[in-house]
């Protein structure tokens, strides 16, 4: 062989020697993202499911933040192997009810109250309950001006996000238990209950429209930023200092054909909570990085480091606080008494939880039989 062409090899073989070397310089250098990527691109590869793709529907909010984060960080994608996880955002209940009836998403994150009345109004045969995603982060923040104790609300304006739905089901009991009376359909009343979008309420709360409001997180934390106080946290109503803000639902027929697909959802949020509670800060981080990618705008640090605290992210569906809730909305006329049997179906997540060695959870008897 050529002298020549015996330094040639030599640099070759040099040069793949050292590849990998400059592989890991590069990665520990920063190049991390390059890594993520590749990652995401693997998980999608792999083995595929009984189902093409899954359709996931949530919230552009905190108390959606299992979502925000297991979606934008790959880490339900990556239980899916090849099944495809196509996410769908909603800014209301009723809206991501009518994708999950009309048969244009499969699974969604979503408040107790639009779920009981789905499930009600279908007469049980639409949607399924298969695990709890977050607890608390609602508060009563008030004009401090205007308001100093609980009992200066009444004859003042409250806001609430929607007729019928949890926050205002939650200050009609509140108001309820005061002695004072309020239509729960026109809001009129001791209390004037005015149903304000969670996006119109920091403006409405500024041009002092509303005096105060019965919110979940960001909006409340948005109108303390503002001047707003917090005159009652909502989580100091309940035992243990807990109940359901966001459950995780299933279309029924989704369900009975693809139990392989939603028990792949349900171990990446299983992993996604775990992976939350262990890492408080970089998970606000990955949360607030998630909305400004849905929205355009990051969270300021004075609304999103007093809100993220406030809210417990938690695989248990809290079942037992859904049939408080559901009482409280009866109570308020809004609705008529619920027969909620076989709302939860906790199966599938109980075997996630089991093989990840974490206690089951309950259905407080409302599970399918």
């Not at 699974?107 to 109250?113: A, L, M, N, T, Y």
């Not at 997180?217 to 109108?223: C, D, F, G, H, I």
């Not at 100091?236 to 989704?254: A, E, G, M, R, Y």
């Amino acid at each position: 062989m050529p002298a020549t062409t015996r330094t040639t090899l030599r640099r070759g073989l040099a040069a793949a020697a050292a590849l990998p070397l400059l592989i890991g310089a590069l990665a520990s250098c920063g190049y991390g993202s390059e890594s993520k990527n590749d990652e995401k691109k693997v998980a999608a590869e792999g083995k595929k499911l009984s189902a093409d793709t899954v359709r996931l529907g949530y919230f552009p909010n905190l108390t959606h933040a299992t979502a925000l984060i297991g979606v934008q960080d790959g880490l339900i994608q990556k239980e899916l192997g090849g099944t495809t996880l196509k996410p769908q955002t909603f800014n209301a209940g009723p809206s991501e009810i009518e994708a999950l009836n009309g048969g244009s998403l499969d699974i969604g994150f979503i408040g107790p109250s639009p779920s009981i009345n789905a499930y009600v109004k279908s007469k049980g045969s639409n949607l399924r309950i298969i695990s709890g995603s977050a607890s608390g982060g609602v508060k009563l923040v008030v004009n401090p001006d205007k308001i100093k104790t609980l009992d200066d609300i009444k004859g003042k304006r409250i806001a609430t996000p929607q007729k019928g739905n949890t926050q205002d089901v939650a200050l009609l009991n509140w108001i309820a238990e005061k002695g004072w009376k309020v239509d729960p359909e026109s809001g009129k009343g001791d209390v004037s209950v005015v149903r304000t979008d969670n996006k119109v309420t920091p403006d409405a709360f500024k041009s002092g429209s509303i005096d105060g409001a019965w919110v979940p997180e960001p909006t409340a934390s948005k109108l303390v930023s503002q001047g707003g106080t917090v005159l009652l946290d909502e989580t100091s109503l309940w035992p243990d200092k807990k109940f359901v803000i966001t459950n995780i639902i299933v279309s029924q027929k989704f369900l009975t054909e693809h139990p392989d697909v939603v028990e792949a959802v349900l171990t990446g949020t299983v992993k996604t909570n775990e992976w939350i509670n262990a890492n408080p800060d970089k998970a606000k981080t990955s949360a607030n990085a998630a909305l400004k990618a849905l929205g355009g705008k990051a969270l300021d640090a004075k609304v999103i480091d007093p809100a993220w605290p406030s809210i417990a992210i938690t695989d248990d569906p809290l079942a037992a606080t859904l049939k408080t809730q559901s009482e409280w909305a009866v109570k308020a006329e809004l609705i008529k008494q619920p027969d909620l049997a076989g709302i939860y179906d906790l199966k599938l997540l109980n075997k996630v939880l089991k093989a990840a060695g974490k206690p089951e959870v309950s259905d407080a008897g409302l599970g399918v039989k």
